[in-house]
């Protein structure tokens, strides 16, 4: 659940040529799928989500439902999230992520609480407001949370400044000592981030709509 700029450095050539010609970059989307040609598609950090999940699945399996240390837990990463300000985050995210953690928000991984810090501020700095509203949480037998929410957000460069919504989901895992230990976010990061750069964004907003 977070926004930066590191993206851009590794999607610069992409980009280019997207706001070159979009609809040449379909064309050789469609024509490399004909062709044959394999693309490599990177799934380790589903692999390692998958992973983890099993693995906190079987640590929980005597579980009914959420212990009270996990409720306070998912109660504190609410708070900390719901506020995505330097003056909110800082110091305080090693208090609400184990070390040991992995967080991935379909952009990046992180699996340290000081990385998932450094990664949060980072985001902060970029930003002139950040808030998170949460809509509805559910929890499963394992004691895994889906928590829905709406993040609201405004930065100089992105979308002339203007407020951006977008809307996601986190699935989370928390321990006995309240601290998360796994978070990994649902959202669409195309509307919430690379649709709002100037120039690529309305390149990547008429291809959406010729896929439609």
Same mark, same amino acid.
């Given at each position: 659940?977070? =926004?930066? %700029? $590191?993206?851009?450095?590794?999607?610069?050539?992409? *980009?280019?040529?997207? /706001?070159?010609?979009?609809?040449?970059?379909?064309?050789?989307?469609?024509?490399?799928?004909?062709?044959?040609?394999?693309?490599?598609?990177?799934?380790?950090?589903?692999?390692?989500?998958?992973?983890?999940?099993?693995?906190?699945?079987?640590?929980?399996?005597?579980?009914?439902?959420?212990?009270?240390?996990?409720?306070?837990?998912?109660?504190?990463?609410?708070?900390?999230?719901?506020?995505?300000?330097?003056?909110?985050?800082?110091?305080?995210?090693?208090?609400?992520?184990?070390?040991?953690?992995?967080?991935?928000?379909?952009? =990046?991984? %992180? $699996?340290?609480?000081?990385?998932?810090?450094?990664? *949060?501020?980072?985001? /902060?700095?970029?930003?002139?407001?950040?808030?998170?509203?949460?809509?509805?949480?559910?929890?499963?037998?394992?004691?895994?949370?889906?928590?829905?929410?709406?993040?609201?957000?405004?930065?100089?460069?992105?979308?002339?400044?203007?407020?951006?919504?977008?809307?996601?989901?986190?699935?989370?895992?928390?321990?006995?000592?309240?601290?998360?230990?796994?978070?990994?976010?649902?959202?669409?990061?195309?509307?919430?981030?690379?649709?709002?750069?100037?120039?690529?964004?309305?390149?990547?907003?008429?291809?959406?709509?010729?896929?439609?």
């Amino acid at each position: 659940m977070s =926004i930066q %700029k $590191r993206p851009f450095r590794w999607l610069a050539p992409f *980009l280019t040529g997207m /706001a070159v010609s979009p609809m040449a970059f379909i064309l050789v989307l469609a024509g490399c799928a004909t062709s044959g040609s394999k693309l490599k598609i990177d799934d380790s950090a589903l692999n390692e989500y998958q992973q983890r999940v099993d693995a906190l699945t079987k640590e929980n399996s005597g579980l009914s439902g959420p212990t009270a240390a996990q409720r306070k837990g998912l109660e504190a990463w609410k708070e900390l999230i719901s506020d995505l300000s330097v003056e909110h985050l800082e110091g305080r995210v090693s208090q609400v992520y184990a070390e040991d953690t992995f967080l991935n928000d379909t952009l =990046i991984t %992180k $699996r340290t609480a000081a990385d998932v810090e450094d990664y *949060l501020l980072e985001t /902060a700095r970029m930003l002139d407001s950040g808030t998170v509203e949460f809509k509805d949480t559910v929890w499963s037998p394992d004691g895994g949370a889906y928590v829905r929410w709406e993040m609201v957000y405004e930065g100089k460069k992105l979308a002339g400044g203007q407020p951006i919504r977008t809307i996601g989901m986190s699935h989370l895992y928390i321990d006995q000592d309240s601290r998360v230990v796994l978070q990994q976010d649902f959202w669409d990061s195309t509307r919430g981030l690379f649709e709002q750069v100037p120039v690529v964004g309305p390149q990547i907003h008429y291809i959406k709509g010729q896929l439609q």
